[in-house]
């Protein structure tokens, strides 16, 4: 078996101004690379709240979109409900042509339908992301603009129990093969405007 022989190192002993020396430019070394992931993480963050940003802006303009939508459907519907209260009040029902009656009384059954893009919002909050907004007050309307779309949320069940009654009550006075000829629920897009079908 072969041996193999260290060398005898003998290091000359350092003096207190070497040792000190070399803590500094460890020191140095750490330091700078502690300030260098801040620099880098603080782009990193700005870079991710101005994509958050852009993506929630173009979230927020379908959603307004559609909600204008519903808004402009409701302005149309609301003032006919009150015109087929009007006339279950004040004229017999052969006073006026069947046609008038399911006209007017279709709209009591219209269900404005909105869904609204929150794929964003969803992952800003579940990621913990909200912290990047360096503004306080967009980080509180974003929370609240969350609250009132989950506030909407908790309603549609509620409604879609009382639609479904209405549906079935309207059937009942309407024959349902006339009133599917005249519902119209699309909504098309010209020039930038939603048009209702009526």
């Known amino acids: 078996m072969e041996v193999h022989h260290h060398p005898d190192l003998h290091h000359k002993k350092k003096n207190f101004k070497e040792y ?3 803590f500094l430019m460890i020191f140095l070394a750490v330091t ?3 300030f260098a992931e801040n620099v880098r993480e603080h782009f990193d963050d700005g870079e991710r709240e101005e994509a958050y940003a852009q993506t929630l802006y173009e979230d927020l303009k379908v959603d307004t979109t559609l909600l204008n939508a519903g808004i402009s459907e409701k302005k149309f519907v609301i003032p006919k409900i009150d015109t087929f209260r009007m006339l279950v ?4 029902i052969d006073e006026l042509p069947a046609g008038t ?3 007017f009384g279709r709209f009591g059954t219209r269900k404005v339908n909105v869904s609204l893009q929150d794929a964003t919002l969803k992952q800003l909050l579940s990621s913990g992301d909200l912290r990047l907004l360096q503004k306080h007050n967009v980080a509180y309307a974003i929370a609240q603009y969350d609250q009132a779309v989950q506030d909407m949320r908790d309603a549609f069940p509620f409604l ?3 639609y479904s009654d209405l549906v079935k009550a309207r059937n009942k006075i309407f024959d349902a093969y006339y009133i599917d000829e005249i519902m119209c629920f699309q909504r098309l897009l010209n020039n930038g405007h939603i048009v209702i079908c009526r």
Do not use: N, P, R, S
């Not at 009040?89 to 017999?92: E, F, L, P, W």
């Open 32 to 34: 700078l690379g502690f």
């Open 160 to 162: 879609d129990l009382i």
């Open 89 to 92: 009040h004040t004229k017999a």
């Open 101 to 103: 009656w399911t006209y």
């Open 20 to 22: 000190f020396l070399e």
